[in-house]
T-cell receptor
Framework: KQEVTQIPAALSVPEGENLVLNCSFTDSAIYNLQWFRQDPGKGLTSLLLIQSSQREQTSGRLNASLDKSSGRSTLYIAASQPGDSATYLCAVPSGASKIIFGSGTRLSIRP | EAGVTQSPTHLIKTRGQQATLRCSPISGHTSVYWYQQALGLGLQFLLWYDEGEERNRGNFPPRFSGRQFPNYSSELNVNALELEDSALYLC??????????????FGPGTRLTVL
């Protein structure tokens, strides 16, 4: 049974710092992994999707890496800004019928 | 390109009533997913519809049901509402029959409050 874990649950850093968010999954036979951002009380915004054959994906200041063998993905945010404050979730397909989400990391960027 | 839309934004009901939530997927997407996000419980998979058929449902009672229309929009119905049904209900859509293997795009959600 696939389980997805995100540590830490919350993170507060000063503006301008580079930071890394972690996502771990128990079943390494994943098809892809998706990172999302969620602002309080809002829907999810898709940030990056990494296919199992890829090692990393980049979009602007965001870079996501995937290491299937170790069951880990990281989301790197460069030069953090107050507008990056949100909850970040990772998700992987489980079987062929649903997606399993991590519990998220709540990120706060201090001006 | 218009994103996933959901209505209403907020819904307030009392215990025992029925709630109907609506979702319109991105144009060209045939799969629609419903999730419940209750406070402190994370995102829980509810239902997956594709091409008008229910493909899978999560661990929720039969009070939670839905359907998908020929234009691929979808409706989630919750009968006999209970206080613990209060949550943010999120809809997502994706392309094709790959189901959850395809990238999912989410709507803004419907906040259901049961009094």
């Amino acid at each position: 049974k696939q389980e997805v874990t995100q540590i830490p649950a919350a993170l507060s850093v000063p503006e301008g710092e580079n930071l890394v968010l972690n996502c771990s999954f128990t079943d390494s036979a994943i098809y892809n992994l998706q990172w999302f951002r969620q602002d309080p009380g809002k829907g999810l915004t898709s940030l990056l999707l990494i296919q199992s054959s890829q090692r990393e994906q980049t979009s602007g200041r965001l870079n996501a890496s995937l290491d299937k063998s170790s069951g880990r993905s990281t989301l790197y945010i460069a030069a953090s800004q107050p507008g990056d404050s949100a909850t970040y979730l990772c998700a992987v397909p489980s079987g062929a019928s649903k997606i399993i989400f991590g519990s998220g990391t709540r990120l706060s960027i201090r001006p | 390109e218009a994103g996933v839309t959901q209505s209403p934004t907020h819904l307030i009901k009392t215990r025992g009533q029925q709630a109907t939530l609506r979702c319109s997927p991105i144009s060209g997407h045939t799969s629609v997913y419903w999730y419940q996000q209750a406070l402190g419980l994370g995102l829980q998979f509810l239902l997956w519809y594709d091409e008008g058929e229910e493909r899978n449902r999560g661990n929720f009672p039969p009070r939670f049901s839905g359907r998908q229309f020929p234009n691929y929009s979808s409706e989630l119905n919750v009968n006999a509402l209970e206080l613990e049904d209060s949550a943010l209900y999120l809809c997502a859509s994706s392309l094709g029959t790959g189901g959850p293997y395809n990238e999912q795009f989410f709507g803004p959600g419907t906040r259901l409050t049961v009094l």
